[in-house]
């Protein structure tokens, strides 16, 4: 099944956005099996599980971290993240810098945004993601490079909201495009998940990131 879902959801994207099996809670077992399909972009949002199947799967894997991130567990992928999706702070990106600079790396990153009406959902404000983009601070990263935003949907079946997120998330995208600094370079919005990825792709995402509609649910 796993194979044929890949199948299924790459038909569908046609190209228009790429495709991230998010692999979190699941064996590596079935991690091969979609490695077999064709899939190299992995999601894990545990630094810890991600850095144990990391060592299990063939070196042309990309490892991309979407889950919340706390600065003491950036220093057990550094050494091979390939993109960072949930970053929320000055702070965390100044450990990211200190990690990637150890293993003598740039490390990718987007700044996560909040976009949903829970209150739960992690993620900044636009007028945060904007002044942290200004932030002089960043003048003394030199091994990070900022490369987009991510966000997550409400969970609803309201498709009109999601769809309203999603497109609120590439106006801001795209007025924050315009800064122009050398660690900024803009080119990924990752938007979409198993139950919104359509919709997302629709509203100009890059990075879609699926796991129960490839892998089964959780
Ligand atoms: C788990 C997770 C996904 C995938 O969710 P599915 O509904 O299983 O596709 C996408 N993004 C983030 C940040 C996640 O934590």
């Given at each position: 099944m796993i194979t044929e879902n890949i199948q299924l959801i790459e038909r569908e994207l046609a190209g228009k956005a790429r495709l991230i099996a998010v692999t979190k809670t699941k064996p590596v077992s079935m991690l091969r099996e979609a490695y077999d399909a064709g899939s190299r972009l992995f999601g894990e949002n545990k630094v810890q599980e991600m850095a144990e199947k990391q060592t299990q799967l063939p070196a042309d894997v990309q490892w991309h971290m979407i889950g919340h991130l706390q600065s003491n567990k950036v220093k057990y992928m550094a050494g091979f993240v390939t993109l960072i999706h949930s970053v929320d702070s000055l702070k965390l990106l100044q450990e990211i810098n200190r990690q990637a600079a150890k293993h003598d790396r740039t490390i990718d990153c987007l700044l996560q945004i909040h976009i949903a009406t829970e209150e739960t959902k992690f993620g900044l404000s636009a007028d945060e993601a904007q002044e942290l983009l200004n932030a002089p601070e960043l003048d003394q990263l030199p091994n990070i490079r900022i490369v987009g935003l991510m966000g997550l949907a409400s969970n609803t079946d309201n498709q009109d909201q999601v769809r309203q997120e999603f497109r609120g998330l590439k106006e801001l995208f795209d007025r924050l495009a315009t800064i122009?600094?050398?660690?900024?370079?803009?080119?990924?919005?990752?938007?979409?998940?198993?139950?919104?990825?359509?919709?997302?792709?629709?509203?100009?995402?890059?990075?879609?990131?699926?796991?129960?509609?490839?892998?089964?649910?959780?």
């Open positions: 122009q600094r050398p660690m900024l370079d803009f080119r990924e919005l990752s938007m979409g998940m198993s139950g919104d990825y359509r919709i997302a792709v629709e509203e100009g995402s890059t990075l879609v990131r699926v796991g129960s509609a490839i892998f089964g649910a959780r």
